[in-house]
């Protein structure tokens, strides 16, 4: 993807998630595909983005970043059909 693929949305991400949306972010490069689209994110990844950003309550965030990842993937997979 490149920069002119992102609509210029501005989104307003809540206080209390924005950690997890900080390590979703910094993910974005991390998703594993397969010849059927992509499938999901990278967790192994996940919990390494966890310690740098010293995310105190892991267990919270993976949740939140599913919730995003959920969505993410709907959009992706629809723009490569």
């Known amino acids: 993807m490149t920069a002119e693929d992102y609509d210029d949305i501005v989104i307003n991400v809540w206080p209390d998630i924005w950690p997890a949306f900080v390590v979703f972010r910094t993910a974005s ?5 397969s010849p ?3 499938i999901g994110l990278d967790y192994s990844v996940l919990a390494w983005l966890m ?3 010293d995310i105190a309550d892991e267990v919270t965030a993976i949740n939140d970043i599913q919730v995003m990842e959920r969505v993410a993937l709907n959009i992706l997979n629809k ?3």
Not at 29 to 33: A, D, P
């Open 29 to 33: 490069t991390q998703w594993r595909t």
């Open 36 to 38: 059927g689209g992509v």
């Open 51 to 53: 310690r740098v950003y």
């Open 79 to 81: 723009l490569q059909n």
